[in-house]
Each structure stands twice: as C-alpha cells, then as structure tokens.
C-alpha cells in the first residue's frame, strides 16, 4: 500500500524547535518530491517547501527561508521537516505530500506552540 | 513573496455552475505557474483534482475542470453535487517554489 506516514503531535515551547519525520511506503521514495504544507486551525494552506528525494535538493518559500530545514534519510525512505524558533503562529498541522498526478499525503502532525 | 488571491466564498444550487478562480498579484496567471487545484473537506487532507492547468487526477469527477481564464487559473464545476460542498484551494508555481491561494468556501444549496 502506498502511504506517507507521519510522526505524532507534539506540544512545544516558544523558541523550540520541532522536527516531523514522514514516512514513505509501497513506491520508490527517490522518484519523488515531498512537499510540506501547514494549515493553522480554522485558516488556509501555506506551502513551506519542496525536498527532490533523489539527490536531497530543496526550496523552501521566502517566509520560512532561514527557518527550516527538509532532510531525507534515503535509507529509511523518510523525509524531515525542522522548524526552528517556534511561535504561537506555528501551532498548525502540518503535511507531507506527494503532489499532482502522483498526489498522496500523509494524515498530518498537529505541532501547539504553546 | 508572491500573493494568490481566491474567492472567499461562493455558493451554486444542485446541478449548476460555478467557475472559481485563482490570480496572482505579480501579472497573468500562465500555464508557466502549472495551477494546481485541491479540494478539501473538513478535518481531512487536502487532494488534488487539477494539475498543470487542465490535467485531471484518476479520481476527479468528470464535472471538475481547469482552465486559464483572462489572466487567471479557473476550476470549473458543472452540475454540482452536494458532495462538492468543500473548501478548493489553487496552488502556483513561481520558478520552483509554490504559493497557494486563499482558498474558496464553495457551498451546494
């Protein structure tokens, strides 16, 4: 079966940081890109940033540049999100996901900054 | 950083019309920005319905399309379902990284 699975929720403190792991299943982890996307309780979808598996590339959207960091462990077919410096503005869930024609996402990591 | 502007809200009776629509505040939106669409229900994650401007994903109802429309992407529902009752988001691209839109509110009524 093809999954993303996604480390659990965590409570953090301001200034922390939080690193989400997602977990690849059921189709070749490097033939892909994993996005991450958030989504703060009641608002929209904010894209974070892209991670090219086959050779750890990444891009991350201007707001969070400085701030987070997407890894891969190819090994163990999975991605890594770190957000560092955490705020109140942090608390959100967070996704990874395949996107487009091969579009898969993972249940999503609820993070409270609090 | 690039800012996506969607309609908030927008509703469309049981087996109408109703096209939304995604612009960019940096000029036209183009098949260069490679609009996503995505739907989203409540508590669930988000999954695509629309790539690359036109191309549907193996689950999208035949009654969902994409197109650019004047200077911006288009999601194009034709005869609604209650089913449809949803939150739909665009995502762009902009030479690699992605903004998504505000988001649509449609309501089936």
């Known amino acids: 079966q093809v999954l993303l699975v996604q480390s659990g929720a965590e409570v953090k403190k301001p200034g922390a940081s939080v690193k989400v792991s997602c977990k690849a299943s059921?189709?070749?982890?490097?033939?892909?890109?994993i996005h991450w996307v958030r989504q703060a309780p009641g608002q929209g979808l904010e894209w974070m940033g892209w991670?090219?598996?086959?050779?750890?590339?990444?891009r991350y959207a201007q707001k969070f540049q400085g701030r987070v960091t997407v890894t891969r462990d190819t090994s163990i077919s999975t991605a890594y999100m770190e957000l560092n410096e955490l705020t109140s503005d942090d608390t959100a869930v967070y996704f990874c996901?395949?996107?487009?024609?091969?579009?898969?996402w993972g249940q999503g990591t609820m993070i409270t900054v609090s | 950083q690039a800012v996506v502007t969607q309609e908030p809200s927008l509703t469309v009776s049981p087996g109408g019309t109703v096209t939304l629509t995604c612009g960019s505040n940096?000029?036209?939106?183009?098949?260069?920005?490679?609009p996503f669409w995505f739907q989203q229900k409540s508590a669930q994650a988000p999954r695509t319905l629309i790539y690359d401007t036109t191309k549907k994903h193996s689950w999208t109802p035949a009654r969902f399309s994409g197109s650019l429309l004047g200077d911006k992407a288009a999601l194009t529902l034709s005869g609604a379902q209650p089913e449809d009752e949803a939150e739909y988001y665009c995502?762009?691209?902009?030479?690699?990284?992605?903004?998504f839109g505000t988001g649509t509110k449609v309501t089936v009524l």
């Open positions: 940096t000029g036209a939106v183009t098949s260069d920005h490679y």
């Open positions: 991670l090219k598996c086959k050779n750890g590339d990444t």
């Open positions: 996901a395949r996107v487009g024609r091969d579009d898969l």
């Open positions: 995502l762009l691209s902009y030479s690699g990284t992605h903004v």
């Open positions: 059921g189709y070749r982890f490097s033939d892909y890109y």
